[in-house]
């Protein structure tokens, strides 16, 4: 919104008049994407563009190792639901 349309909303309220429906479909208008160019290409459909998006996301936090090291012929372990809920607990006064 606008710095006016600001001081018109404290000092009268939203009254659903139609000014006020006015200034918010104007922010919504102009905060939306109707098209993105990528490396030279437009694309106007949403569709498309959020193929666009998604693919431009999905490489750049794509991971070609994975975190965990692999190494054949050894069996990690795995602890016991036991243990698994003791690691969930909250900590008491005289642990800290």
């Known amino acids: 919104m606008e710095t ?12 659903n008049t139609k000014f006020f429906h006015r ?6 208008k102009f ?6 160019c990528v490396d030279g290409v437009s694309f106007n ?6 193929g666009v998006i998604f693919n431009f996301y999905n490489k750049l936090y794509h991971e070609d190792h994975p975190r ?4 054949e012929g050894i069996v990690y372990d ?3 639901d036991d243990d698994a809920c003791d ?5 008491s006064e005289e642990e800290v």
Not at 68 to 71: A, H, L, R, V
Not at 87 to 91: S, T
């Open 31 to 36: 905060g939306t994407i109707h098209s993105i």
């Open 68 to 71: 965990k090291p692999f190494i």
């Open 87 to 91: 690691l969930l607990k909250k900590f």
């Open 23 to 28: 200034v918010a479909n104007i922010g919504r």
């Open 4 to 15: 006016k349309a600001k001081q018109h909303w404290i000092l009268d309220g939203d009254l």
């Open 45 to 50: 459909d949403n569709s498309s563009a959020k």
């Open 78 to 80: 795995s602890i016991s």
